[in-house]
């Protein structure tokens, strides 16, 4: 990091330190606006009110991000806090991902707290009953119009599988599942991508609920890859 970049980040650290007072007396002068509105104002989407919709809204985040453009790290996302998530959380979609720590969902699709439901693991699968149900919990209670199981580069878990190492301990639980989804993949890449797609067919057979409401077009479960050199976001 040089110097300019330090600074910067430093300058941006100690404003958004002073963001919450000014959000707080913003929010006891003026009258209260919609979350919507608040989106318009920061130039992100409305919110989503389709599957295809969802999806979209988390590309043109990602877009921005890759860009160095996100417009939501500002005053207008506190506001947001104090304006919606107080009552309740509404999140428009959800991300299973690695729980690698490079990818913090709501910054990589440059959303606002409340709009992501997220279930993390490393590898970013969903094999426990406990991880499928809170999936479901995001489509059944919250209403989330789509699920995006994000692979991403360089991912440990699957270079492990991969590599057919052998960690031991309970590290090798998620190696034995993730193997047996990427059989006859020529690198890592082509493993992270086969790995995702085998998600997505373990979560619509281990989730009946999910599955039928793919079916009722309420809801999609779509698959992407994340590359982290480039902060690129595609969807397979
Ligand atoms: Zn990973």
């Known amino acids: 990091m040089n110097n300019s970049d330090r600074e910067f980040r ?20 003026t009258s209260r606006r919609s979350p919507d509105e ?4 920061a130039g992100t989407q409305t919110t989503p009110a389709t599957p295809q919709a969802a999806v979209d809204a988390l590309m043109q985040g990602n877009a921005r991000f890759a860009e160095s453009n996100p417009q939501i790290r500002d005053a ?11 009552s309740g959380q509404t999140p428009f979609a959800m991300v ?10 709501e910054i990589v699709f440059d ?3 409340g709009d992501i439901f997220v279930v993390r693991e490393a590898g970013n699968i969903a094999e426990s009953p406990t991880n499928l149900g809170s999936l479901e919990y995001g489509q059944a209670v919250l209403q989330a119009k789509a699920l995006m199981v994000l692979g991403h580069s360089g991912c440990g878990a699957v270079q492990a599988a991969f590599d057919d190492a052998k960690p031991g301990g309970n590290i090798q639980s998620i190696v034995d599942v993730i193997r047996t989804g990427i059989v006859g ?3 890592l890449d082509d493993a992270i991508v086969r790995n995702v797609k085998a998600v997505m067919q373990r979560v619509r057979k281990g989730s009946p609920l999910l ?3 793919e079916r009722r077009g ?3 479960i779509v698959g992407a890859f994340y590359d982290i050199e480039s902060a690129r976001v595609r969807l397979l």
């Open 218 to 220: 309420d809801f999609a």
């Open 185 to 187: 993949a020529k690198d």
């Open 211 to 213: 599955t039928e409401a």
């Open 10 to 29: 430093v300058s941006r650290r100690a404003a958004l330190g002073a963001l919450p007072v000014v959000a707080l007396t913003a929010a006891a002068c």
């Open 111 to 113: 959303q606002f707290v």
């Open 76 to 86: 207008a996302e506190v506001e947001i806090l104090w304006t919606e998530i107080t």
């Open 96 to 105: 299973l991902g690695c729980a690698d720590s490079r990818l913090a969902p």
């Open 38 to 41: 608040i989106r318009k104002e």
